[in-house]
């Protein structure tokens, strides 16, 4: 059986978890963002969300055993089995080892595409600031993709809200991690052959188009 195991990176407001909802929808393979799982966490109140929220907050990585752990739990659902579209980890190279170990030893495969969303930073800051999120992982933007009815998610008709760490500050400080930490996994997967840019700057169906086109390519789907 062969398995679609596919890594999106990206800046934070690059348009992650919007793609990713979409890919994992037409590839029928579950969308694991670890933003969203930290978010769902820490609105439980459970161990893993009080220590993910000061990191969170601040625009700081969770640290990567905690990180890794979450993920590594999460892959074995049986859900899992035929592949899943990650979303936001890996996020360091210590990470990205990591998975690919588990990858090998549990599922005798490794990730067959990287995507990679490019975008300037001055768009990142008005993508992130004008953001709004709904509990359930959707995400709309004030101008760029409103909801039907202001406030109210388009899907599952809950109330949207904004997020903690996207406000000015910590979204530059957001930036920065990503450039310090994240960036080197554009080498790392570059040399294992996988990684895939996608010009971010288009609209959102325009980019859905050739984020999946390089899926298919990379994981040998048809269409
Ligand atoms: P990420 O997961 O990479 O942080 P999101 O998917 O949450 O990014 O997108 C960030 C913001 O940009 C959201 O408000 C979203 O609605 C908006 N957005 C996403 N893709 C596009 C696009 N192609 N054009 C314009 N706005 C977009
Ligand atoms: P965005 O796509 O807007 O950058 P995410 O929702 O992916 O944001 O992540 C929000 C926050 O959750 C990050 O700033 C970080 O604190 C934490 N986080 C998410 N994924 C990881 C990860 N792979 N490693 C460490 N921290 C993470």
């Given at each position: 059986?062969?398995?679609?195991?596919?890594?999106?990176?990206?800046?934070?407001g690059?348009g992650k978890g919007t793609q990713a909802k979409i890919?994992?929808?037409?590839?029928?393979?579950?969308?694991?963002s670890?933003g969203d799982?930290?978010?769902?966490?820490?609105?439980?109140?459970?161990?893993?969300?009080?220590?993910?929220?000061?990191?969170?907050?601040?625009?700081?990585?969770?640290?990567?055993?905690?990180?890794?752990?979450?993920?590594?739990?999460?892959?074995?659902?049986?859900?899992?089995?035929?592949?899943?579209?990650?979303?936001?980890?890996?996020?360091?190279?210590?990470?990205?080892?990591?998975?690919?170990?588990?990858?090998?030893?549990?599922?005798?495969?490794?990730?067959?595409?990287?995507?990679?969303?490019?975008?300037?930073?001055?768009?990142?800051?008005?993508r992130l600031?004008g953001r709004w999120m709904c509990?359930q992982g959707h995400v709309f933007h004030?101008?760029n993709n409103?909801p039907?009815?202001?406030?109210?998610c388009d899907v599952?008709?809950?109330?949207l809200?904004?997020r903690?760490?996207?406000?000015?500050?910590?979204?530059?400080?957001?930036?920065?991690?990503?450039?310090?930490?994240?960036?080197?996994?554009?080498?790392?997967?570059?040399?294992?052959?996988?990684?895939?840019?996608?010009?971010?700057?288009?609209?959102i169906?325009?980019?859905?188009?050739?984020?999946?086109?390089?899926?298919?390519?990379?994981?040998?789907?048809?269409?």
């Open positions: 059986m062969s398995q679609t195991f596919v890594v999106l990176i990206g800046p934070p690059a890919a994992a929808e037409k590839l029928q393979i579950p969308h694991i670890t799982l930290f978010r769902d966490n820490l609105k439980n109140q459970t161990e893993l969300g009080k220590t993910a929220q000061t990191y969170m907050n601040s625009g700081q990585l969770v640290p990567d055993e905690v990180t890794i752990a979450m993920v590594a739990d999460r892959i074995s659902c049986p859900d899992c089995a035929k592949g899943a579209l990650l979303d936001g980890f890996p996020r360091t190279i210590a990470q990205a080892e990591a998975f690919d170990k588990i990858l090998g030893e549990q599922f005798g495969t490794s990730i067959c595409c990287v995507p990679l969303i490019d975008l300037a930073n001055e768009v990142l800051v008005s600031s509990p004030e101008v409103p039907k009815v202001e406030g109210v599952c008709g809950l109330t809200y904004q903690e760490d996207d406000k000015t500050e910590t979204i530059l400080h957001r930036i920065e991690v990503y450039e310090n930490q994240t960036a080197p996994l554009i080498d790392y997967y570059e040399k294992k052959g996988v990684l895939n840019r996608v010009d971010g700057n288009r609209t169906d325009e980019v859905s188009a050739d984020i999946l086109s390089v899926i298919r390519a990379g994981c040998g789907l048809k269409e």
